[in-house]
């Protein structure tokens, strides 16, 4: 016999979404919160907006050098090669 | 064979054109990792002119070490575990600032991550805890034109959030590693990284709600 759930509120729903995006909501949990997705359209909404957020976070990758870090760092990387690649690398063929 | 294109290569074939010594392969990876990983570094040392030092510690220790790379994390997972070897000695030679790790009392907050009265407070069980000021949804054309805005305010929002809350929002969501390296990267609980995620979101969350509900109505 199914054992009888309170419904949550929306008020502790919002606080469940990030264990739910994440799959570690306990099974009962889940349930329970699907349930009240499923009736309450702000709540899907709520939802959707933490979604989009971190979608949208995931646009934000920069990877920006400046000429002068680049440059840098290329005169770095030929004094650290390992002493056995001494031929200039347009020299060196593939493994 | 003809030599690869460092720009379009997978990440397997720029380790294998690294191990060969080949510089457009280290230029493609430092151009993909090299602002990541400062910033990183400048979560675990506080400046990033020290953060700069630290990552170019980490290159040279890439470089010498890519034969020991097995494969058995993603490239940018141990790129990012150098980083964080190479923080650690720093701090401990410099003792310039306070590891990730103590900076918990900043983060250590709680309660709700919205607005107790955005929601019903009733003594009618079946209306508390409801919506009072739902959020509006966010139309798809409303999305696209105020993209550039979005993105604006999200990296705002985003140096604004309590450090912690900051490195796992930017490591999980911005950088896309899961969560089990996170974990790793900054000792932090399963529990814990889920909470810090959760309340960073929730705050990110607000603030392009804002940016909707600021923007011109359209005709």
Redesign the interface.
Known sequence: MPEPAADLTCREIVELVTGYLERTLPEGQRRRFEEHRELCPDCQTYLTQMRHTADTLGELREESLTPGQRGQLLAAFRGWRPSDQTECAANLSPR | ?PASDPSSLEEHQLL?AL??????A??EL???????MVRLATAYVGSEALAEEVV?DA??AV??GI?RFEGRSSLKTWLFTIVKNRASTTFVRERRSAPLSSLGSEDEETG???A?DR?CSSSDPSL????AA?????EDAG?RLLALE??EE??RA?EDLPRRQQMV?GL?????LD?SEVCDLLDLS?ANQ?VL??RG??R??QA??EVFDHAPQPA
């Open positions: 064979m294998v191990r060969a010594g080949d510089e457009r280290f230029v430092v151009e993909r990792h090299h602002a990541a170019q290159w040279s470089v010498q034969d709700p991550t919205v107790a929601f508390d805890g409801e919506w739902p959020p509006r949804p966010w999305r979005l993105r999200l990296r985003l929002v999980r969501d911005v950088e896309g969560a399963e889920r995620l959760h979101r929730a990110l969350r392009l709600e």
